[in-house]
């Protein structure tokens, strides 16, 4: 059965430092891959997905994620940190059929000035 | 485009009730899901539909649960005789599929269940 692992479930930065939330996928098919973000009182947002088009995924908000397949790892990264990006952010992974999406259990970014 | 809405976003109720939640997909979307949300946790998916078929459903969703999406455009999902093990947030998400490819899935605010 397929899984993702969110090897953090907080992590703390500085305004201005780099971010990397870390995520382990498990899945006997080639995967699609996600991270959605979650503020507080908001929906789900789509950051950025992976279909096998290109290892290295960009995103919105100067977010990227780049797929290696040989450590099985999809980690979020951003080179600097804003106050806007303290949040909630989940790493998924798409059933086999497409169909239903299966989350991690998410990691908080806290973002100190 | 007025992203995926569901009504009410809080619902309070006691033990016992039957609630409904509603959800107003994106309107070309094909497909509808429903996905539960408990506290500290990611979300867990229930079911979905493929216009208003309702094709999978998760072993989470018990008999007390019923979902319906009647002309394939709006969903509701009932809860009978609620349990304080419902209390949750519950998502509907949206997306425009074909096939066997995950497309990306757009997601509403939820509707937050306190049983009491």
């Known amino acids: 059965a397929q899984s993702v692992t969110q090897l953090d479930s907080h992590v703390s930065v500085s305004e201005g430092t780099p971010v990397l939330l870390r995520c382990n996928y498990s899945?006997?098919?080639?995967?699609?891959l996600f991270w959605y973000v979650q503020h507080p009182n908001k929906g789900l947002q789509l950051l950025l997905k992976y279909t096998s088009a290109a290892t290295l995924v960009k995103g919105i908000n100067g977010f990227e994620a780049e797929f290696k397949k040989s450590e099985t790892s999809f980690h979020l990264t951003k080179p600097s940190a804003h106050m806007s990006d303290a949040a909630e952010y989940f790493c998924?992974?798409?059933?086999?059929?497409?169909?239903?999406?299966?989350f991690g259990k998410g990691t908080t970014l806290s973002v100190s000035s | 485009d007025t992203g995926v809405s569901q009504d009410p976003r809080h619902k309070i109720t006691k033990r016992g009730q039957n609630v409904t939640f509603r959800c107003d997909p994106i309107?070309?979307?094909?497909?509808l899901y429903w996905y539960r949300q408990t506290l500290g946790q990611g979300p867990e998916f229930l079911t979905y539909?493929?216009?208003?078929?309702?094709?999978?459903k998760s072993r989470l969703l018990s008999d007390r649960f019923s979902a319906e999406r009647p002309k394939g455009s709006f969903s509701t999902l009932e809860i009978q005789r609620t349990e304080q093990g419902d209390s949750a947030m519950y998502l509907c998400?949206?997306?425009?599929?074909?096939?066997?490819?995950?497309?990306?899935?757009?997601f509403g605010p939820g509707t937050r269940l306190t049983v009491l």
């Open positions: 899945s006997s098919y080639s995967p699609s």
């Open positions: 309107s070309e979307h094909n497909r």
């Open positions: 539909f493929q216009n208003e078929a309702q094709l999978e």
């Open positions: 998400a949206s997306s425009l599929a074909w096939g066997m490819s995950t497309d990306t899935q757009y």
């Open positions: 998924v992974v798409g059933n086999q059929a497409g169909t239903a999406l299966i």
